[in-house]
């Protein structure tokens, strides 16, 4: 299936000049702010020239842009179109990618989505063969909080001088960390190295994916029409499998280079025991109590640790069982995270497993219960050593993962882990600023390294 650019929805908040990059004409004519003391009260302070780099407004426009659009995962396709219209103003080759409807009887008739790809230039050939990935999600955790700076909500129709403003100002709003932020830096970066001839536009691709805050659809199904010979590409016949040179993922991490993150495996964990009087618990056998000294078991356990992850732990997200106080339970089950910190990316999660099995079995008691793990995987190594960037170490899943292949991975962008998911997400200028200093070093960097 070759796969074809469906018209893009023009939106009348993004002019062309929104998106233009060092055209000195155009880069002083921001937005205009007719009204733009009394909406941005105390904001008015004046930024000093050399607070405000040369992208600022595109940069902080884009971002807005991004953010004004609602995209809770499942519903991402205005986003795609609005990011596949950006990309074409800034004279990208554009397709969408559309994944498989997932139908539901609770859903019937879900909204198309698309994966969002990007190449240098105009009717530029789609190759992805050796190509370094650019890539980050555009769908978003519910639920949707307003554009704001300072923490004043903006009206996505209200103009705003981006110039104006200090470097220190908060701007928030579902998104704005996670991802968005990362999408409109790469952005930035990438088109700045590619009009400063930094980069060959045929060392670049982007991606910007749906679904990476539920289950990684988006990453997974592209990853997977990469081998089964329909990527939306030109790829010749001689590359059937192609092969990215490396792949730059934009995830929230203080603008620090990741040297990995732990891996992930979710399951049920069951107790099946024999109803009776509560009165009388030598009739019967409580699940519940059986679950709870296996919990225990398990929290207390050293399931595996690693200098670089820390230790492997397990959350008790959901419990569940019983059906009246004075009845010895029959039934009970807890859901669990366990984040992973031993082994590799293909073989942490086995590691784990094994070692979870071997507590239960020891659990007095343990012999009605049952463990289900769902997929997963090991701890996920990234490429770190590059000079000029603090590292740190993720403790979040992300869609590296999702991306099978031998290419070498990154991992950076703006804004805190800490706040991503809250209800104060958001980052300041200065944050979304430094992370297009940092693309700029890190894309020319895995361009160039082999
Ligand atoms: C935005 O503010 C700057 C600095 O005060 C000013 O030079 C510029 O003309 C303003 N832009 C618009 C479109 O009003
Ligand atoms: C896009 O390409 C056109 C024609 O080559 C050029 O005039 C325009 O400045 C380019 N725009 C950007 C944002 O690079
Ligand atoms: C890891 O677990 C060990 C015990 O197994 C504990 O002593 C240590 O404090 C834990 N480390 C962290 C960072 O929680
Ligand atoms: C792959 O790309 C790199 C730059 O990204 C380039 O130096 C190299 O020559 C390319 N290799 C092939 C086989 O095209």
Redesign the pocket.
Known sequence: MRLTTPPLLLLSTLGTQTFAFLNPDTE??????HQHDNVLNGLDR?ASDDDVPSYRVPLLSLHRALVDVPSISGTENDAAFLLGQALTELNYTVSLQPLPSTSTTENPNPQPRYNVLAWPGRDARRTLHNRTLITSHIDVVPPYLPYALDHTPIPPSHPV?F??LPATTLVSGRGSVDAKASVAAQITATTLLLTSNTIPPESIVLLYVVGEETSGDGMKHFSQTLTTGHPPSDDAPANPTPQFHAAVFGEPTDNRLACGHKGITTGTLTATGRAGHSGYPWLGRSATAGLVHALEALLAADLGSSERYGNTTVNVGVLEGGVAANVIAAEASARLAVRIAVGERRTGRGVVEGRMRDVLAGVEGGEGLGLELTGGYGPVECRCEVEGFETMVANYGTDVPNLEGEHVSYLYGPGSILVEHGDDEGLTIGDLEESVEGYKRLIKYAVEAS
């Open positions: 002083q004519h921001p937005l205009a702010h004046v001088n110039t104006t």
